[in-house]
């Protein structure tokens, strides 16, 4: 069986290969970050029709910084163009918008509008789409190390009770389920440092597709696939 009844509850992706297409065409990396962003909404929006409750996107990481500060303060800028683009849209359709990462290195014109965009739709309970910005899944899990042993010091918490059920109440992510499936476009078979705790359990789909080039068809076919996957989850099945 497939379709929206057996399908991901909850798809994570990381959106790669947008520099590679934009130099295929012999065009600046940041035309590709554009064209990117431009695929976004056709994702957001066919997720109610595959059964996708929740979309998780990976946007930027905390290694991204490692980039030209031209790619960078680029990427920055188109952020802060799409949530002003995007924030009516998303609103209109339902979506209920969170952000993921370390805000610390933004700068403010950003962080005002990505609380914006989380206010505007905070009310809304349809696609719960997250978007990774400034996240890496280390930095993530050693800020929530720092707030828990803070709870210790503070004697909140006790060090007995730290268990699977405490550390991920300290996560970005606390009120997210786990990705059921994780995508990652362009080719590239690993992780980079995206959700780790998370997706512990995670069906995983490397696909040869570049981001820009990534459609709502596309995820579809990866969802029904998913649908026919057998997940254990370590157990046998009897
Ligand atoms: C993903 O595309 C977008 C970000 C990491 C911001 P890339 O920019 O990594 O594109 P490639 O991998 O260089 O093609
Ligand atoms: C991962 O892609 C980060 C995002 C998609 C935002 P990268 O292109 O930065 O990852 P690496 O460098 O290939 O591992
Ligand atoms: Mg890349």
């Known amino acids: 069986m497939s379709g929206p009844d057996c399908g991901p509850r909850h798809v994570a992706i990381i959106m790669d290969g947008n520099g590679r297409w934009a130099q ?3 065009r600046p990396r940041l035309f590709g970050h554009h064209a990117g962003a431009r695929r976004v909404r056709e994702v957001v929006e066919c997720c109610p029709a595959l059964g996708v409750k929740y979309l998780t996107i990976f946007a930027f990481s905390t290694e991204n910084w490692k980039r030209t500060q031209v790619e960078v303060a680029g990427l920055m800028s188109l952020f802060r163009r799409y949530i002003s683009k995007e924030m009516k849209a998303l609103a209109a359709k339902n979506v209920r918008v969170r952000f993921i990462g370390d805000r610390v290195r933004l700068d403010a014109k950003l962080i005002n509008l990505m609380d914006a965009l989380e206010r505007e739709t ?3 309970d ?3 789409l997250t978007i990774a910005l400034n996240y890496g899944s280390r ?3 050693a800020r929530a190390i720092r707030r828990l042993a ?3 010091a503070d004697g909140r918490l006790d060090p007995a009770d730290v268990d699977e059920e405490t550390l991920p109440r300290y996560l970005d992510t606390h009120v ?3 990705p059921d499936l994780v995508i990652r476009t362009s080719g590239e078979a690993r ?3 995206f959700l780790l705790w998370q997706s512990a359990y995670a069906e995983y789909e490397f696909i ?3 981001w820009p080039d990534f459609t709502a068809e596309e995820l579809a076919a990866l969802c029904q696939s998913y649908g026919r996957r057998d997940r254990r989850f370590g157990a046998v099945k009897p």
């Open 24 to 26: 295929a065409r012999g």
């Open 122 to 124: 905070a009310e809304n």
């Open 126 to 128: 349809g696609t719960h």
């Open 139 to 141: 930095d993530e899990v």
């Open 150 to 152: 803070q709870d210790v």
């Open 176 to 178: 997210l389920p786990d």
């Open 191 to 193: 992780i980079s440092n």
């Open 208 to 210: 040869d597709t570049l």
